[in-house]
């Protein structure tokens, strides 16, 4: 599967120019958790989210508590370009989803900008990975079958069953029938792992994951 499968369009992108106040009203607004910051032709200069917005308020609001000069609030950022983050992680459209997800959990990254050259033309969060393991069971098992469809003879004969995204396959049961259809199925949205039903009088075969 590839990361266009899994983007979605960044709701909001911001200028270095925007307003602080502007850019949380905007996220506010769009419940977005972060935007990516381009240029005046587009490029991509950054990212922006909620935490850099929060942390700048909170690094100007007045200490209620303090008692000390050296404890009074700091000179309070106005615009995106003061606040946003330059050293962006991102990703092209043809990349492996899964290893984007990955690295996203494992580094607790929750937005990546999706660049064509150095222009975004989407952005992957959490709720985009979530969104996939939330696919209808019916929506899975018919792209299953579409992609099938597409390059094996006889596919009548092949049947699909999806449960909570785990697809299981009966009629295929040559080695090379197999593989073909392990490899077109795992680029549907919404699977967790494939396996084969072994032909009618033998065990349950191994499954592909």
């Known amino acids: 599967m590839l990361v266009r499968e899994m983007m979605s369009p960044p709701e909001v992108v911001l200028t270095e120019d925007t307003t602080v106040r502007e850019a949380a009203r905007l996220l506010f607004e769009y419940r977005c958790e972060g935007a990516p910051v381009a240029s005046a032709e587009g490029a991509l200069v950054g990212i922006v989210t909620e935490n850099d917005l929060l942390g700048s308020h909170l690094a100007a609001a007045p200490d209620v508590f303090a008692r000390n000069v050296d404890c009074q609030p700091g000179r309070r950022a106005h615009l995106v370009g003061e606040v946003m983050t330059r050293a962006v992680v991102t990703a092209a459209e043809d990349d492996d989803a899964c290893a984007l997800s990955r690295r996203m959990f494992e580094n607790r990254i929750r937005a990546v900008p999706v660049l064509r050259g150095d222009h975004v033309v989407g952005l992957v969060r959490r709720r985009d990975i979530l969104r996939l393991h939330l696919r209808p069971d019916a929506e899975v ?69």
């Open 141 to 209: 098992r018919r792209d299953v079958r579409a992609a099938i469809a597409e390059v094996i003879p006889g596919h009548q004969d092949v049947a699909v069953s999806v449960v909570d995204g785990a697809v299981e396959v009966a009629g295929a049961d040559d080695h090379t029938t197999r593989r073909a259809v392990s490899d077109l199925a795992l680029t549907v949205p919404g699977i967790r792992s494939i396996e084969f039903a072994a032909p009618s009088g033998t065990g349950r075969s191994g499954g592909c994951r």
